[in-house]
């Protein structure tokens, strides 16, 4: 055993599903290019110091090192059993049909080297044509999703015991809504772009309402391939706070969005950040802070647009119909 000092982290019962409770902060390990070395190495450092929530797609190509990393893990004795981890995987736009949503969680636990996920996850409203995963993705290539044929074979993933919660990300109000007037499983998780500078306040009390759990991506404002900067960590407002709460801008973006009840999934390779990722559960921030973080200009960095190639049209469905922009 490591002489690591491991800190624990406190956990969040899902209201849907029969996942072990959710460990309240994540790593996340969409990378690109793929190297599995080094995010293999990283898992396992993140492990030693006290993650047990980690975060993967199929899209990602990052679910074989993970599955590498965790089977390391348990050989080392750096978690004492699977039921100690939790791990999210996520269901392509190429696999939203209904025939290929069980194929595609079969070869994500192949991958993993699992026998179940603890939190399977529509990754977009969004449905491809089926074939290889490009990103941006072709306008010619989007046909409507079946969002009730869908979400019935994301249930018989949990009623098979594959999946022991299942949820969506990137879904707005909207979205949910239609998921919801199906379901007989409600999603049990919402992932999304939340920050500082993107709140989601009308899709969290929405969230709340119908007992939907909401985890964070880009909780320190990434995804900023346009190089326009990092509105929350460019953010003078946190950085004054971090000043005098005498914590990282990092750690102050995390634990606002602990305190909104939200789950932060927070990417980091560098044992020293991963380590500053676990310090945010034994401090708080202050009335004024909070008023301070709520009056903050808003701005989403990840779009419907985005995800697509300029290129070509739409012919079977309306970009609108996919916008992941919350009114």
Same mark, same amino acid.
């Given at each position: 055993?490591?002489?690591?000092?491991?800190?624990?982290?406190?956990?969040?019962?899902?209201?849907?599903?029969?996942?072990?409770?959710?460990?309240?902060?994540?790593?996340?390990?969409?990378?690109?290019?793929?190297?599995?070395?080094?995010?293999?190495?990283?898992?396992?450092?993140?492990?030693?110091?006290?993650?047990?929530?980690?975060?993967? &797609?199929?899209?990602?190509?990052?679910?074989?090192?993970?599955?590498?990393?965790?089977?390391?893990?348990?050989?080392?004795?750096?978690? &004492?059993?699977?039921?100690?981890?939790?791990?999210?995987?996520k269901?392509?736009?190429?696999?939203?049909?209904?025939?290929?949503?069980?194929?595609?969680?079969?070869?994500?636990?192949?991958?993993?080297?699992?026998?179940?996920v603890?939190?399977?996850?529509?990754?977009?409203?969004?449905?491809?044509?089926?074939?290889?995963?490009?990103?941006?993705?072709?306008?010619?290539?989007?046909?409507?999703?079946?969002?009730?044929?869908?979400?019935?074979?994301?249930?018989?993933?949990?009623?098979?015991g594959?999946?022991?919660?299942?949820?969506?990300?990137n879904?707005?109000?909207?979205?949910?809504?239609?998921?919801? &007037?199906?379901?007989?499983?409600?999603?049990?998780?919402?992932?999304?772009?939340?920050?500082?500078?993107?709140?989601?306040?009308?899709?969290?009390?929405?969230?709340?309402?119908?007992?939907?759990?909401?985890?964070?991506?880009?909780?320190?404002?990434?995804?900023?391939?346009?190089?326009?900067?990092?509105?929350?960590?460019?953010?003078?407002?946190l950085?004054?706070i971090?000043?005098?709460?005498?914590?990282?801008?990092?750690?102050?973006?995390?634990?606002?969005?602990?305190?909104?009840?939200?789950?932060?999934?927070?990417?980091?390779?560098?044992?020293?950040?991963?380590k500053?990722?676990?310090?945010?559960?034994?401090?708080?921030?202050?009335?004024?802070?909070?008023?301070?973080?709520?009056?903050?200009?808003?701005?989403?960095?990840?779009?419907?647009?985005?995800?697509?190639?300029?290129?070509?049209?739409?012919?079977?469905?309306?970009?609108?119909?996919?916008?992941?922009?919350?009114?």
């Amino acid at each position: 055993m490591s002489s690591t000092t491991t800190v624990t982290v406190p956990e969040v019962a899902l209201k849907h599903g029969n996942a072990r409770p959710m460990p309240a902060i994540g790593m996340g390990t969409a990378n690109f290019p793929v190297v599995h070395d080094t995010i293999r190495d990283a898992v396992l450092a993140a492990a030693e110091l006290g993650f047990r929530h980690f975060d993967t &797609a199929s899209m990602y190509g990052t679910e074989p090192p993970l599955g590498d990393a965790l089977a390391e893990a348990l050989r080392r004795g750096l978690v &004492a059993s699977r039921e100690e981890v939790f791990v999210t995987t996520k269901l392509w736009c190429t696999q939203c049909q209904p025939h290929l949503v069980l194929p595609s969680l079969r070869q994500s636990l192949q991958n993993l080297q699992l026998e179940y996920v603890d939190l399977y996850l529509i990754h977009w409203p969004v449905s491809l044509k089926p074939g290889p995963k490009v990103f941006p993705a072709k306008r010619e290539d989007a046909v409507p999703f079946d969002f009730e044929g869908v979400w019935r074979e994301m249930e018989e993933c949990h009623r098979l015991g594959l999946a022991k919660a299942i949820g969506v990300s990137n879904f707005t109000t909207t979205h949910l809504d239609k998921i919801m &007037a199906t379901a007989t499983v409600p999603p049990a998780v919402n992932q999304v772009e939340m920050n500082p500078v993107w709140q989601q306040r009308k899709l969290r009390e929405y969230c709340a309402e119908k007992g939907i759990h909401v985890t964070a991506y880009s909780p320190l404002g990434g995804q900023n391939w346009s190089g326009e900067g990092n509105a929350v960590m460019d953010s003078e407002v946190l950085a004054e706070i971090a000043k005098a709460r005498g914590k990282s801008l990092a750690q102050v973006a995390l634990r606002w969005i602990y305190e909104q009840g939200v789950t932060p999934i927070v990417k980091s390779f560098s044992k020293e950040r991963l380590k500053q990722n676990l310090e945010i559960f034994d401090w708080e921030l202050t009335d004024d802070d909070l008023l301070k973080v709520s009056q903050l200009a808003q701005k989403k960095m990840v779009t419907a647009a985005g995800f697509f190639s300029s290129e070509g049209e739409f012919n079977s469905v309306d970009l609108a119909d996919m916008e992941i922009v919350e009114a």
